[in-house]
């Protein structure tokens, strides 16, 4: 095949938008030393790459996924397991205890400011001088 044409690869891949961003997916690929399927015969990246797709020298499945991870801003990063975190209280786990303790300080009748971590020292029952 000594020349590839849009033809060649529109039986494989029918949108041809599509086809660019494979193609271009996997000129990237080549670019960063991917594995060539097929000689290369003096020919740049994208004539190979597009080369490859019409002959099934590539899966376009690992294709498409790579190129969707290329494109992601966001990547999900796996959390680890409750068994390497016991013992560590998240910052969520705290928000939550303290919301619980001033909700059973409201129901014993003692405001938020009667308790010992008032932020005033007492200062709020001193009347005011004038």
């Given at each position: 095949?000594?020349r590839?044409?849009?033809?060649d690869?529109?039986?494989?891949?029918?949108n041809?938008?599509e086809?660019?961003?494979?193609?271009?997916?996997r000129?990237r690929?080549i670019?960063?030393?991917?594995?060539?399927?097929?000689d290369?015969?003096?020919?740049?990246?994208?004539?190979?790459a597009?080369r490859?797709?019409a002959e099934?020298?590539?899966?376009?499945?690992?294709?498409?996924?790579?190129?969707?991870?290329?494109?992601?801003k966001?990547v999900?990063?796996?959390?680890p397991?409750?068994?390497?975190?016991?013992?560590?209280a998240?910052?969520?786990d705290?928000?939550?205890?303290?919301?619980?303790?001033?909700?059973?300080?409201?129901?014993?009748?003692?405001?938020?400011?009667?308790?010992?971590?008032?932020?005033?020292?007492?200062l709020?029952?001193?009347?005011?001088?004038?």
């Amino acid at each position: 095949m000594a020349r590839v044409t849009v033809e060649d690869c529109v039986m494989k891949v029918p949108n041809r938008f599509e086809l660019v961003l494979l193609a271009g997916q996997r000129a990237r690929d080549i670019s960063g030393g991917a594995r060539l399927t097929l000689d290369r015969d003096n020919d740049k990246n994208p004539v190979v790459a597009l080369r490859e797709i019409a002959e099934d020298g590539v899966s376009l499945d690992l294709l498409q996924n790579a190129l969707i991870q290329g494109l992601q801003k966001h990547v999900e990063v796996d959390e680890p397991e409750d068994d390497e975190m016991e013992g560590f209280a998240t910052e969520r786990d705290l928000v939550f205890e303290a919301v619980a303790n001033e909700d059973e300080m409201v129901e014993d009748g003692m405001s938020i400011s009667d308790g010992p971590e008032s932020d005033l020292g007492g200062l709020e029952d001193t009347p005011d001088a004038e």
